[in-house]
């Protein structure tokens, strides 16, 4: 009894004590933590402390993300500056590749909504990285090299600022006093390694330095950068770190931590700091006489195990190759050829996402030619036969603006497209990232006449009608010379001419779908020119179709750009990107007919021969006199010699309109325009 009462006398003064050591850092801006037992740090996600006081970020699990930050936000309004010293061990699942890495952080808040695993470090995606609202300061230690955040190598140490494109790296090294000279550091190599991060506001200078932990501070820091974290840091922010896994993992360790906001971060007592766990002890060496007496097993063993690997590289390639397939020869890839092509498909060589699969870029070993390749899940064999004769159809489809599909190949549940690969990317990343260069309206003007030229060229150019079906910014691809290319024919649909499409299947992307799509389900060549209006007002205005951040009123792209033109101010809608460096009369001309193409009614939209003609200047874009009510709008005056469609207001008083947007009668319409055929229709 007296033993236990002791005990528990112990534990209250040994809290008692952190709760004091605790009140104590938060009051002055600093803290010190050798081991963590007993700490009240935020931990989040795969983050683990152990028994023994050492902090685990996180396991060999793939694609985790944990995080562990200082309690409270500490203040930074008066000063800038601060000081931190720490120690990490990176012990990756094998030793040979790195799991990614981790960062030290300084951020206004603790949750990052959205934020992905991998390369973005658990604290961005590939939307959130770069933007300056972020206000994120962080020093990466980063073990995977990726070349789109352009990385030096696999083991280098970075300053960030709000993105993950580092401000400034180095491979991770240290300077050694002693010899003068600069020794690598390996990240994942499990030993323990210092880090020291020193900001002086006064001077606006960061200096990152690193050591093993037998060595004392270098006096040459790794990096030393002149910032000013003013223009990033906020008053209050929160300081800790931030670690991911991808396909490949590492336990992700920290010892021991430091932090001060007044001067130099106190120095760590090594003696305190908590062991690693011990890594799986290897086999005992064989006795000689065991080994006299298992050869015969060893040799049984080495049999069965080549037997399993020959049996698993067999089905790790095997294909599903059925007679009809035979015709398509040429247009059939192997699995194994597209499999080295794509380095196995690992995640250093994926490009994105695409409609219901990931793309890859690919080099064909026969032909050292560059392709993108996109996995589709395709597991139901109802329908296999006609979708790969769909398939090889796509392929047969030649334009200068249409992604070339080259062939494909099925694999179990799999299916793989192979297509001509766009080194620029998908045109949405160039209108709404800020991370990439910006379009000049030239460039835009002539994507806009490319891909228009492509779907005249499916819609009345092919032996077949094609429907494309997901007409938006991010399947319109941009190859070296920023030539834009309509891809993705994941959703497309054939139909012979002078009949009508069968699919009655909703499909497609919210914000780009016509009305009439969602109402019947069924897609025809209207409701592709619905979706190029979306997209033509998207490239004018460097806004997406549907964007909830955004005031009410400007919700809906054509909802506002509809309002505008109707108060006379449509050129208010313009991209700011373009810094007002655009023809007058040709951003006109793709606003208005942007909203044209998107009318409700489907009759009342032109044709892709009509909307090329419009693009190319060959015909002038009917007079469209708009009601103020904002309901509809009047069509007047075409110069093509094709049929055209008048639209009135859905409402049958008209004294709303102003002098300046008159509503015609029939008679007078008729007579003005020297036309027969009329459509009336309403503007939603």
């Not at 801006?29 to 963590?36: K, L």
């Amino acid at each position: 009894m007296i033993v236990m009462l002791i005990k528990f006398l112990y534990i209250i003064i040994f809290f008692s004590s952190s709760l004091k050591h605790l009140t104590s850092a938060q009051e002055s801006n600093q803290f010190i933590y050798n081991g963590f037992t007993g700490s009240n740090l935020n931990l989040c996600g795969s983050t683990t402390l152990h028994s023994n006081g050492l902090l685990e970020l996180t396991n060999i699990s793939d694609h985790q993300i944990g995080r562990v930050f200082f309690p409270t936000p500490l203040n930074f309004n008066k000063s800038m500056s601060f000081s931190t010293n720490f120690i990490f061990a990176i012990d990756p699942e094998n030793p040979d590749l790195g799991g990614h890495g981790f960062v030290f952080t300084l951020s206004p808040k603790i949750e990052f909504t959205g934020a992905m695993p991998t390369e973005y470090f658990g604290i961005f995606n590939s939307s959130t990285n770069g933007q300056s609202s972020n206000h994120i300061f962080a020093v990466e230690f980063d073990t995977i090299q990726t070349v789109d955040l352009g990385d030096i190598d696999d083991n280098h140490v970075g300053i960030d600022l709000n993105s993950l494109i580092s401000n400034v790296s180095a491979p991770a090294s240290y300077f050694s006093d002693k010899e003068q000279v600069n020794k690598t550091l390996k990240l994942i190599s499990r030993n323990r390694i210092q880090v020291w991060i020193d900001y002086d506001q006064q001077q606006n200078l960061l200096n990152v330095t690193l050591a093993p932990i037998t060595s004392s501070k270098p006096e040459k820091p790794l990096l030393s950068k002149k910032i000013d974290l003013s223009l990033v840091l906020l008053d209050s922010m929160y300081v800790g770190f931030s670690s991911s896994t991808g396909s490949m993992a590492s336990h992700h360790y920290i010892l021991g931590w430091s932090f001060n906001r007044t001067g130099p971060a106190q120095n760590l007592d090594l003696s305190k700091l908590p062991p690693l766990p011990s890594r799986p002890k290897s086999g005992k060496s064989f006795n000689p006489k065991v080994i006299m007496g298992s050869t015969m097993g060893i040799v049984i063993l080495i049999i069965i195990i080549y037997g399993l690997v020959y049996i698993i590289r067999r089905n790790k390639f095997e294909e599903f190759r059925e007679d009809w397939e035979k015709e398509y020869g040429p247009q059939r890839f192997s699995y194994k050829n597209l499999y080295k092509a794509c380095k196995g498909f690992k995640e250093k060589e994926l490009l994105g996402f695409g409609g219901f699969g990931k793309v890859y870029r690919g080099l064909l070993p026969s032909s050292n030619v560059q392709v993108a390749v996109k996995k589709v899940s395709h597991d139901s064999q109802q329908g296999m036969k006609e979708f790969v004769a769909e398939i090889v159809s796509m392929g047969q489809l030649r334009h200068r603006n249409l992604v070339q599909l080259l062939g494909y190949c099925r694999r179990k549940g799999e299916l793989l497209l192979v297509y001509d690969y766009m080194p620029n990317g998908s045109l949405d990343k160039y209108l709404f990232r800020n991370d990439t260069p910006n379009l000049n309206w030239d460039q835009r003007y002539q994507i806009l006449k490319g891909v228009a030229s492509a779907l005249l060229y499916l819609h009345e150019e092919w032996e077949q009608v094609v429907l494309h079906r997901d007409v938006k910014a991010s399947n319109v691809m941009l190859d070296s010379d920023f030539i834009g290319r309509l891809g993705d024919f994941g959703l497309a649909k054939f139909y012979d001419h002078g009949s009508d499409p069968q699919t009655t299947i909703m499909v497609g992307t919210i914000g780009y779908l016509a009305p009439e799509v969602s109402r019947t389900g069924r897609a025809t060549t209207c409701s592709d020119i619905f979706s190029f209006g979306i997209l033509m007002l998207e490239v004018a205005c460097g806004r997406k179709p549907v964007d909830w951040e955004m005031p009410t009123e400007e919700v809906i792209l054509a909802d506002w750009v509809l309002d505008r033109w109707k108060n006379g101010l449509i050129l208010e809608t313009c991209d700011s990107k373009l810094e007002g460096k655009f023809m007058v009369e040709e951003m006109e001309l793709v606003l208005k007919l942007g909203l044209f193409c998107a009318h409700s009614t489907p009759a009342s939209r032109p044709t892709m021969r009509q909307v090329v003609q419009y693009l190319d200047r060959n015909a002038n874009l009917p007079e469209i006199l708009m009601d103020s009510s904002g309901l509809g709008f009047i069509t007047v005056g075409h110069d093509s010699g094709e049929d055209w469609s008048l639209c009135f207001p859905t409402s049958n008083d008209f004294s709303g309109l102003s002098s300046s947007s008159p509503i015609l009668s029939s008679v007078e319409s008729e007579k003005l325009c020297g036309r027969s055929k009329i459509t009336v229709s309403s503007y939603d």
